[in-house]
């Protein structure tokens, strides 16, 4: 069995500098597909209030 030794604080930091990376990639796939949801509902309201 293998113990984990622990990291210095240059590999620390470069963990965390990955991290938050991925986070900010994240919330911006979020954002963007809430926003493709927002823009589908607009359409498809706005093809139901066109027909006359």
């Given at each position: 069995?293998?113990?984990?030794?622990?990291l210095?604080?240059a590999?620390?930091?470069?963990?965390?500098?990955?991290?938050?990376?991925?986070?900010?990639?994240?919330?911006?796939?979020?954002?963007?597909?809430?926003?493709?949801?927002?823009?589908?509902?607009?359409?498809?309201?706005?093809?139901?209030?066109?027909?006359?």
């Amino acid at each position: 069995m293998e113990l984990l030794t622990p990291l210095s604080r240059a590999d620390s930091q470069a963990v965390q500098r990955r991290r938050r990376g991925r986070n900010w990639a994240m919330l911006a796939a979020l954002i963007a597909l809430v926003g493709l949801f927002y823009a589908i509902t607009l359409v498809k309201i706005g093809q139901g209030t066109m027909a006359f």
